[in-house]
């Protein structure tokens, strides 16, 4: 009996021990995949902070905005770190992001300061071409000089950057009425000028008519007081334009 018993006892404490070597073989196992899951998220975290700190000299802030909101996704997506270092990587993380976010914002501030400055320029033209237009300019020579800087206007008004939607509209519009209100002018200001040479033209070539008319004559006396007359007449008569003046001019004299 005391050997049986004995032998029971040895099988026993063998299936003990292959009991215990199982579980610490276990603890040991499930240890090793602790550490390395540990080890992944905190090199996944590291990897999300580096690439925070490289983009400080990003210049696209659109990649900037969307590789920051990723990064936020992916760092709450992460598994635990080791405790005693999560603090010091959650700084960094933040401080990385702060960083961006600040950059963002300086951003759109200079870009909103930027098209502030666009609107006043554009504003400033609009206040020009309406002064401009409301000059009384009375010869070709004025209508001239004021259109080449309407032109320039025009020319400058595209090299202005952009400005806000909601106030485009209406300095464009702004813009494009005193446009009009200038070449309006102007197309009356030829219509008259054009009808006032017409008027002189008539004028000049019934002075040539009438000059003629003392060309073959004898009356040398007569006919010298006549043209005199006539020619202080074409004086006041005024200019005909320049599709007729010089003709007209060299038919009379």
């Not at 998220?41 to 990897?47: I, P």
């Not at 259109?147 to 209406?170: L, N, P, Y």
């Not at 813009?175 to 008539?202: C, I, L, N, T, Y």
Request: aromatic residues 10%; glycine residues 4%.
């Amino acid at each position: 009996n005391d050997d049986i018993e004995a032998k029971h006892l040895a099988k026993i404490r063998a299936e003990y021990k292959t009991l215990v070597d199982k579980f610490y073989y276990n603890i040991s196992i499930n240890r090793e995949l602790k550490e390395y899951d540990l080890a992944k998220n905190l090199e996944l975290r590291e990897k999300i902070i580096s690439k925070l700190e490289e983009l400080k000299d990003e210049k696209k802030i659109k990649d900037i905005e969307l590789i920051l909101s990723a990064s936020r996704e992916q760092w709450e997506e992460c598994g635990p770190v080791d405790h005693k270092i999560y603090g010091d990587l959650r700084e960094r993380y933040y401080a990385a992001s702060k960083v961006l976010h600040k950059k963002i914002q300086d951003h759109y501030a200079a870009r909103k300061e930027e098209m502030r400055n666009n609107l006043s320029a554009k504003q400033a033209f609009v206040a020009e071409v309406v002064e401009i237009g409301s000059k009384d300019l009375s010869n070709g020579k004025d209508w001239k000089k004021a259109t080449e800087r309407i032109m320039q206007i025009r020319e400058e008004w595209k090299k202005v950057g952009m400005i806000e939607r909601k106030a485009h509209d209406k300095v464009w519009e702004e813009f494009r009425a005193a446009m009009d209100v200038f070449f309006g002018s102007k197309k009356e200001f030829h219509k008259e000028q054009k009808a006032e040479f017409e008027k002189q033209r008539k004028a000049k070539e019934e002075l040539i008519e009438q000059a003629s008319q003392w060309k073959d004559s004898e009356e040398w006396r007569n006919g010298a007081e006549a043209l005199k007359k006539l020619q202080a007449k074409w004086k006041e008569v005024g200019y005909a334009g320049p599709k007729h003046e010089n003709r007209l001019w060299e038919k009379f004299r």
